[in-house]
């Protein structure tokens, strides 16, 4: 009895003297300034989407509430999955709702979801963009619905315009891409973020729509995985874009695979690229490709610059810290780590989390925050930029050596209401939170918005260039 005692007092003791580190740890890092506060109500999205619906100069925030890729039939045999979503009986969630930046509603379509428990979803970050389609020199709202539609609505009202029907309901990543400067010189490339059916391989087939919206190729391509880039990668006035470790051009033909998987057998599911990103460096593009056991760096040839065997690279992106090329590489929730450009390592290590208000008491697993895009980029205007870091609990700000430069005040409805059913993955039910890099009022400087399916704040970052004796971002 005297022992359990004991045991129960040295615990907390510990626990109390962790808790004392912690807060003194935070209190050193400078603060964010909160500008407002915004509840949600019953409209509060798993995905944030930031535009100008009505060309006023002032942005609209648009709340998706919808089940991302899961509202795929093909996840219903997964158990993990199917239990969760048998036990609060989720189904069809589809709500698109436009609100101004105070939480005004301007127009709504579907049904804001009314679940005693959180409605799951997963890698919702690509079911919505904007773009004009039908040459009127208004940006259109395109979003996938609950069941295999793209629906076309006009962004003063959410109307819906016209109903693009897909195959089947497996896709859920949606891009917008100009080809040339006429109103009708664009496609829509649509593509599958995770499991497919059967005969295609993991994360295809990848679907070219014309301005007609008539499918004009359907294509599986090596490695594809969860996004997209577009960009003149070659300097031919043509925008190509980069699916998995191929090239291609905007009628899905390829103009080159990686020498790395060029004539070998992959592994669609263990080496599809989880994410891509690119940049510029000195003219000429690098893109960086976290290929789920290792992280390439390639020139606009296909060319390996270099690749890295790794744990889990599930993202990376190029910056700078203080006048160097780097690429921060996130691992799936193991380890983070930051190369130069010629692929020497200058930093590793792992973020630390951070859950000011309490951690959810049904977190069943260490880390167990898993997005697609766990980093946004803070562009700064001299030598240093940075990142929001998103898969700690509560985002912080760091730079890309691994420094802490920047916190976020919260208020008291930063904090989670534990659900009755848990879930192995905290956002997926909304458990966690989502950030934005926008210019909302239109200052020329950058804000950060924090959210999750109940609230929004928005703070102003101007002292992280301050504090860094940069110029103001």
Known sequence: MIERIVSKFASKFHKGIAHTKEYYFWSKIPSATLVKEVNLKNFGGCRLFVTDINQDGIKEFLWLQSAGMFKSKIYDDFPGIKNYLDKIGQENVFCLTATDQDGNVLWQIGEPYEGENPYLTHSPEHLLKTGDVNGDGIDEILVFDAADNILVLNPLNGEVIQKIKLPNDSFSILYYIKTGKQPKDFILLVGVMDRSYAPHPYANPWLIIDSNFDIINSQDYIGAGHNVLHEDFNNDGKVELVIGYQLVDTKGDVIWTTDYWKDKEIDSLEQHADYIHAKK?????????????????????????????????????????????????????????????????????????????????????????????????????????????????????????????????????????????????????????????????????????????????????????????????
């Open 281 to 473: 460096i000195n003219e000429q593009w690098v893109i960086a490709i976290s290929g789920s056991d290792k992280q390439y760096l390639l020139d606009t040839n296909g060319k390996t610059i270099w690749e890295k065997s790794l744990p889990h690279p599930q993202f990376s992106i190029i910056g700078c810290f203080k006048g160097e090329p780097r690429i921060l590489v996130a691992n799936q929730r193991e380890i983070i780590n930051s190369f130069s450009l010629a692929g020497d390592e200058v930093w590793k290590g792992m973020l630390p989390e951070h859950w000011p208000m309490g951690k959810p008491k049904l977190a069943n697993q260490k880390r167990p925050i898993h997005s697609s895009d766990p980093l946004d980029f803070i562009p700064g205007k001299n030598n240093t930029d940075w990142l929001l870091y998103k898969e700690g609990g509560w985002p912080f700000i760091v730079d890309f050596q691994g420094n802490i430069v920047m916190k976020f005040p919260f208020t008291p409805h930063a904090k989670k209401k534990d659900p009755t059913v848990g879930f192995h993955r905290l956002n997926d039910i909304g458990m966690a939170y989502e950030g934005e890099i926008v210019d909302t009022d239109n200052d020329g400087k950058l804000e950060v918005i924090i959210y999750d399916r109940s609230y929004l704040w928005i703070y102003k970052i101007d002292k992280l260039n301050e504090n860094n004796n940069e110029e103001n971002v």
